[in-house]
């Protein structure tokens, strides 16, 4: 089984991103991955007109099974299962270019939204009982990790690929070494699904 897991880079407020922490984590081998998974990582730029780009080339690089897409949440208490993505650009601050959209579309032609294809209740259940807080979430906001995630599923609609967003709270919520071991668990709890 091959996983591509991708972070995103600081923005706004966030000095330091903790999914670009998490990815340089599984650079260096200091996360806990399953056996006999191949596991790339790729850390994306938060702008609406290159994200969901720069992930397309590692995923036709990298041809994995699996997709997981990492983004951080300010203000929550807990990682969160991204249950769904909409075809909404709606962002309360600028990206990284200066972009700043309201009450757009991300595909005036596209489907109104996407379902994760991530088995989230199994991993709610899986971190749960590792005694990580987690919850499944149904709204990934209008900024760009909504747009990468609606992007991302519109993709693996059309593919064998299976794929999902979840994003992680604030290292003042969850330390990092809590996150590394969830996004071990997250890892783990995909063995059980069909290559």
Not at 13 to 36: H, M, Q
Not at 56 to 77: C, L, S, T, W, Y
Not at 87 to 105: L, R, S, T, V
Not at 172 to 187: C, F, M, W, Y
Request: hydrophobic share 45%.
């Amino acid at each position: 089984m091959k996983v591509l897991v991708s972070g995103f880079e600081a923005f706004g407020e966030i000095s330091v991103n903790p999914t670009e922490l998490l990815i340089e984590a599984l650079k260096r081998n200091e996360i806990i991955t399953p056996d006999g998974m191949l596991i790339t990582a790729a850390l994306l730029p938060v702008t609406f007109a290159d994200s969901f780009d720069v992930l397309e080339v590692a995923i036709q690089k990298e041809q994995p099974d699996i997709v997981i897409a990492f983004g951080v949440a300010n203000g929550r208490d807990a990682i969160e299962l991204e249950r769904v993505a909409i075809n909404c650009k709606d962002a309360k601050i600028p990206d990284n270019n200066g972009f700043w959209p309201q009450d757009e579309w991300i595909d005036k032609k596209g489907e109104a939204a996407y379902f994760s294809g991530l088995p989230i209740r199994g991993i709610e259940r899986r971190l749960a009982a590792a005694q990580i807080p987690c919850r499944i979430s149904n709204s990934a906001g209008t900024y760009v990790c909504n747009y990468l995630f609606y992007r991302l599923m519109a993709l693996c609609h059309k593919s064998h690929i299976r794929a999902g967003f979840i994003h992680v709270p604030s290292e003042a919520s969850l330390s990092l070494l809590e996150q590394k071991r969830a996004v071990g668990l997250i890892l783990d709890s995909l063995r059980s699904l069909p290559e």
